[in-house]
C-alpha cells in the first residue's frame, strides 16, 4: 500500500532547522499519526510523502512557502498593555488568541514589552524557515468512512467530539 489520499499514515520523524537543531522529533514518543490528503501537516511534508511505502525513509527540505510562510513584518504590532485586561502579569512569550485581519482566529506571541507598549507578532514561530525532516514510514491504512468525513485520524477506541 502506498501513501495517498484517505490513508491514515504513522511516520517517526525528526525536524531540524538549517542550523541542524532539532525543533520537534517523534524519537522516544509515539509516532505522528494523519490522515494524508486532509491539510493535517503542512503541505510540502504531505507532498512528499505521497506514493511512499511503508519502511520508506526519506529526508525532505520544506521551503516556508511549502510549510508555514513567509515572515509578515504586517503580522507584527504594538498594542497598549491595557488590552490585556484580566491578565495581571505579561510575559515575553505569552501566546494570546486574536482576531485576524480576515475576521479568523489566530495566536499571537508578546515578543517585547516595553512599559505600557506590548509588542504582539501574528507569525507562525517557524514561518519564514525552511523546515528539515528527517521521516521513516511506519504503517499505512485505509482510513475509515468516519475518518475521512472528520478530516483527521482518530485514536485508540475511537474519537469523542
Do not use: C, W
Not at 23 to 34: E, K, R
Not at 38 to 65: F, H, R, S, T
Not at 109 to 132: E, K, M
Request: net charge negative.
Amino acid at each position: 500500500m502506498t501513501i495517498a489520499a484517505n490513508k491514515a499514515v504513522s511516520i517517526d520523524y525528526t525536524l531540524t532547522n538549517d542550523a541542524g537543531e532539532v525543533i520537534d522529533s517523534s524519537a522516544g514518543g509515539a509516532p505522528l499519526v494523519y490522515l494524508h490528503g486532509a491539510g493535517n501537516i503542512i503541505p510540502g511534508l504531505e507532498k512528499a510523502l505521497e506514493g511512499k511505502k511503508v519502511g520508506d525513509e526519506l529526508n525532505v527540505a520544506v521551503e516556508p512557502e511549502d510549510a508555514y510562510g513567509e515572515y509578515s513584518a504586517e503580522l507584527v504590532s504594538t498594542l497598549s498593555r491595557s488590552m490585556f485586561e484580566g491578565v495581571d502579569e505579561l510575559e515575553v512569550g505569552m501566546q494570546f488568541h486574536a482576531s485576524a485581519p480576515d475576521g479568523q482566529m489566530q495566536i499571537v506571541t508578546i515578543r517585547d514589552l516595553d512599559g505600557d507598549d506590548v509588542t504582539v507578532d501574528g507569525n507562525h514561530p517557524l514561518a519564514g524557515q525552511r523546515l528539515n525532516f528527517k521521516v521513516k514510514i511506519i504503517e499505512i491504512r485505509d482510513a475509515s468512512q468516519e475518518e475521512v468525513a472528520h478530516g483527521h485520524v482518530h485514536g485508540e477506541g475511537g474519537h469523542h467530539h
